[in-house]
Nanobody, 128 residues
């Protein structure tokens, strides 16, 4: 059973940066074959997709993070990253990583139902 553990969250001022990590274990297949993504959920709001990276390295970003966030993966370390720059108060949320061996269908890279394994989340708080 795939286990995902996020880390790197914290409190920063607007304009600051954070780098989130998501370590995977219990993999049935090589990590390089998994499609992985970051999601976030603010209090009272639905979980939303932030960025995804496919097994071939292709990336998808939500419009609200384009140019500010960068998703990357280190297959040798079985770890997913999210570099977040120019943070805004509206980026405050719990951030989750997700993974699935099955390739999401076109256009669903940032949909929650495209992923089976989920981490417990790491909190990001951005103050103005």
């Amino acid at each position: 059973q795939v286990q995902l553990v996020e880390s790197g969250g914290g409190s920063v001022q607007a304009g600051g940066s954070l780098r989130l990590s998501c370590a995977a274990s219990g993999l049935t297949y090589s990590y390089s074959l998994y499609h992985v993504a970051w999601f976030r959920q603010a209090p009272g709001k639905e979980r939303e997709g932030v960025a995804a990276i496919e097994s071939d390295g292709s990336q998808t970003y939500a419009e609200f993070v384009k140019g500010r966030f960068t998703i990357s993966r280190d297959n040798a370390r079985t770890t997913l990253y999210l570099q977040m720059n120019s943070l805004k108060p509206e980026d405050t949320a719990m951030y989750y990583c997700a993974a699935n061996r099955i390739r999401p269908t076109s256009g669903t890279w940032l949909e929650t139902w495209s992923y089976k394994a989920w981490g417990q989340g790491t909190q990001v708080t951005v103050s103005s």
